[in-house]
């Protein structure tokens, strides 16, 4: 590998006898442990473990996401043998834009055709390949389960994040389910944590419930969001079943320790001489249903049995 007997890291040491994956993440470690964890499961289906035979330089954007190009950018001077991109689509457009001779293997939700990140799912094309998984597209299902809860509501309020890639796409999708459903919708924005108090005090003042799109920035605050649901007693459904987990009332979305347990086999299986070319985008099809029962009894709502009955868990 060009360069490699000039760097002098612990990390870069490694270089000449093991290949290195280049990691960039929109958020933190402490926020992506479980996804990690994932990727580490499949990288190890793969025939690989960290530390024995690859290493990996990890980047973290800390949840500024302007730092994305930079990081990216980083990435690919630093010669690493391949990039992962997990966490949304932002951060594979990113690596995309920056490492154009580098394998890639991207986490996502969303379209990857329609968002510019591959030519197709079945032949991806180029130097990228990845996975994505179906949260994006149940958005309206979100919608259809905080109905649910509050029947007799004339309006919900969707929160949406309009540096999103895929905000336009859901709203349009949550539109139209809301007309079928009968009900008026009010779309707010947030893109940063200091809006999101004020979202959920306006929800209380109108006795509303709140439905999250989906978007990382957003799961990955599931705790902050969880406690002013709370505060405010708020019912609230985000993606994430980092919600319900940390306290909040309930989350529908996709099964994120598959879709990055499948990014890290997709990333092992390149290491090996596979080409990103040759591997389609897998869809991760799964979706799980959480609801928090202490919670509901905190908020004062009751479900209903055959509601509890349709969740793949109940916190208790």
Not at 78 to 104: E, F
Not at 139 to 167: D, F, G, I, Q
Request: aromatic share 8%.
């Amino acid at each position: 590998m060009a360069g490699a007997a000039a760097w002098t890291t612990p990390l870069h040491a490694q270089k000449a006898t093991m290949p290195v994956i280049g990691y960039l993440c929109a958020e933190s470690p402490e926020l992506f442990a479980s996804r990690l964890k994932a990727f580490h499961e499949g990288l190890r289906e793969a025939g690989f473990v960290e530390g024995r035979n690859v290493a990996i330089d990890y980047q973290w954007a800390q949840g500024q996401y302007t730092r994305l190009p930079a990081l990216a950018a980083n990435l690919v001077a630093r010669n690493v043998d391949i990039v992962v991109a997990p966490g949304g689509a932002q951060v594979a457009l990113a690596v995309k834009a920056a490492a154009s001779n580098n394998a890639i293997v991207f986490e996502m939700g969303g379209d990857p055709v329609q968002l510019g990140v591959v030519d197709s799912l079945s032949r991806p094309g180029g130097n990228i390949t990845g996975v994505s998984s179906l949260s994006v597209d149940v958005s309206p299902k979100r919608l259809e389960l905080m109905h649910e809860v509050l029947p007799v509501a004339a309006k919900l309020t969707v929160v949406a994040n309009p540096t999103s890639p895929t905000a336009n796409s859901q709203l349009r999708k949550l539109r139209s389910a809301a007309e079928t459903l009968g009900i008026l919708l009010q779309v707010v924005n947030a893109s940063t944590e200091k809006e999101f108090e004020p979202i959920f005090s306006g929800a209380a003042e109108e006795a509303g419930g709140l439905v999250f799109t989906s978007d990382p920035y957003f799961a990955f605050r599931s705790r902050q969001l969880a406690e002013l649901a709370m505060k405010y007693r708020v019912p609230a459904i985000t993606q994430s079943r980092d919600f319900p987990m940390a306290g909040g009332l309930m989350s529908y979305g996709g099964d994120f320790a598959q879709s990055h347990r499948r990014a890290g086999m997709y990333a092992g299986r390149i290491l090996k001489g596979e080409k990103p070319s040759d591997l389609p985008v897998q869809l991760v099809t799964k979706v799980e249903f959480i609801i928090n029962m202490k919670a509901a009894k905190l908020l004062g709502r009751e479900f209903s049995p055959s509601f509890v009955s349709g969740a793949d868990e109940v916190i208790e």
